[in-house]
């Protein structure tokens, strides 16, 4: 009744047990360990109504007391009288004097609740109002600021159609400028392409041992493997006995030949070992 009174959106989970005899002490550990695993509250009463110091003796046993210790859950003990003390008291989280007491403290007042949302709800309606009547005399000054430095847009229109007639005007020349280059630097790549140079009939040569391109007769001795690279693939190739080989001097130009005796004449005339004519 208390909680239906005080909070009627309360949802009650019950986990019944005997709370007095030999038994009760673990029924009710049992109880407590159940509903903080799986009864999924907010808040745990554990109580009875008033009896003997004898009939709320299982309230001071040790199992019960590492129950509620043990409990996730807030736990509130509502056991007897407001006069009536056990361990629990001591072990829950909160002491109520009386299960109706420990109801009102486990929910809020519904009627304090809507008082302090009605109370909120016109406080917030007037900060809106506030809020509202100064925004609109700042944008009424600014459209009158606006209104009185307003520049004419005919003029800044034209300004803008020249200026981005001038922008496009270097821009195009810059990107011709920038054509004209790249076309330039176009023709002197493939100028010294080596691929284009192979093409006119020469070719490159390296030594297959080492990839190194042969720029010199001295490079090469004889005996090494050569790769002969050509416009349209590569020839392998061994170097034969007239290698120059490393260290050795690149021969001079062939001498000049000899100019060759003149052969003796005969007192006829003719050259010596030839017949005279008749």
């Not at 909680?3 to 009710?28: C, F, M, N, W």
């Not at 000054?141 to 004419?152: N, S, T």
Request: charged residues 25%; glycine residues 8%.
């Amino acid at each position: 009744n208390v909680l239906q009174r005080r909070y009627p959106l309360t949802e009650l989970v019950l986990s019944p047990t005997v709370v007095q005899g030999p038994d009760a002490a673990p029924k009710i550990a049992a109880a407590l360990e159940l509903l903080d695993r799986e009864g999924g509250c907010d808040v745990i009463i554990v109580g009875r109504g008033g009896g003997s110091m004898e009939d709320l003796w299982p309230f001071n046993e040790e199992v019960v007391a590492r129950a509620i210790y043990a409990c996730k859950t807030p736990v509130i003990s509502a056991v007897g009288h407001e006069t009536d003390e056990t361990i629990a008291d001591y072990v829950a989280d909160v002491r109520a004097p009386t299960p109706s007491a420990a109801a009102e403290l486990a929910v809020p007042d519904a009627y304090v609740l809507r008082r302090d949302l009605e109370m909120l709800g016109s406080t917030l309606y007037r900060l809106m109002l506030d809020q509202n009547g100064r925004r609109r005399f700042e944008l009424t000054a600014v459209i009158h600021r606006m209104e009185m430095g307003l520049p004419d847009t005919q003029t800044m229109r034209r300004r803008v159609d020249d200026v981005g007639r001038v922008v496009q005007s270097a821009s195009s020349r810059l990107l011709m400028e920038n054509k004209m280059q790249v076309e330039g630097l176009g023709l002197r790549l493939r100028a010294l392409d080596p691929v284009a140079t192979l093409g006119r009939g020469f070719s490159i040569v390296r030594l297959t041992d080492t990839g190194k391109v042969v720029s010199s007769a001295k490079q090469v001795s004889e005996g090494d493997s050569l790769e002969i690279t050509v416009a349209d693939g590569s020839l392998p190739a061994v170097a034969g006995p007239g290698a120059l080989g490393k260290g050795a001097k690149t021969p001079n130009a062939a001498p000049q030949s000899l100019k060759p005796k003149r052969k003796a004449r005969s007192r006829s005339g003719q050259p010596s070992g030839m017949a005279p004519l008749l």
